[in-house]
């Protein structure tokens, strides 16, 4: 069975520092492994994804993850961190012809002025 | 367009009441979920249907029943709840099945179970 682990619940950044999130994967085959944002009380928006090819994924907002298989990991980047970057990150592992995402346990961001 | 629409942004229910959420996407995907969220935790995945029809159900109480009326349209049927089902209820859409494709989420209906 697929599983996901982001081993860090809380992260707390100041306005402008970086900020990377991590998320390692247990799957066999190869992975398909999404980034998703919630801010309080809304849904979650896609950040990026990565199915194959270059293992380096630029997303939206200025993140951007690097795939390493070698660690099975998928960790979440961005060089400088912005007030309205403060929100819940959800790491997320699916697999060909299946509906079902796992998710992580998510990490709260807080960013500090 | 990428939206998920979803209506009540909020409902506030007793546990006598009978009560729908509705979950609307135009785009074209054939695959339809309901996930519940509690606060601080990864959304659960509840029903899934494509094309129409019911594929999934992850052993969800009876007092939930989902309805896909037509491909861009999905309701979720609530009665006779419990507190605890207060929570953060999503729908997301994404394409067919045969592909890994992104879901897409709506912005969740609050409920409030008194």
């Known amino acids: 069975a697929q599983s996901v682990t982001q081993p860090d619940i809380h992260i707390t950044v100041s306005e402008g520092a970086s900020l990377e999130l991590r998320c390692n994967y247990s799957?066999?085959?190869?992975?398909?492994l999404f980034w998703y944002v919630q801010s309080p009380g809304q849904g979650l928006q896609l950040l990026l994804k990565y199915f194959s090819g270059d293992t380096l994924v630029q997303g939206i907002k200025g993140f951007e993850a690097e795939f390493k298989r070698s660690q099975s990991s998928f960790n979440l980047r961005k060089p400088s961190v912005h007030w309205s970057d403060a929100a819940e990150y959800f790491c997320?592992?699916?697999?060909?012809?299946?509906?079902?995402?796992?998710f992580g346990a998510g990490t709260t961001v807080t960013v500090r002025a | 367009d990428t939206e998920v629409t979803q209506t009540p942004k909020h409902l506030v229910m007793g546990m006598t009441n009978k009560k729908s959420l509705k979950c609307e996407q135009h785009m074209g995907h054939r695959a339809m979920y309901w996930y519940k969220q509690k606060a601080k935790k990864p959304p659960e995945l509840m029903f899934v249907y494509s094309y129409e029809k019911l594929s999934i159900n992850e052993s969800v109480p009876s007092r939930f029943s989902p309805e896909c009326p037509n491909s861009s349209l999905l309701n979720l049927h609530l009665h006779a709840l419990q507190p605890e089902d207060s929570a953060l209820y999503l729908c997301?859409?994404?394409?067919?099945?045969?592909?890994?494709?992104?879901?897409?989420f709506g912005p969740g209906t609050r409920l409030t179970v008194t």
């Open positions: 997320a592992v699916g697999r060909s012809n299946d509906y079902k995402l796992s």
């Open positions: 799957y066999g085959a190869t992975p398909y």
């Open positions: 997301a859409s994404r394409h067919g099945p045969g592909d890994i494709y992104e879901q897409y």
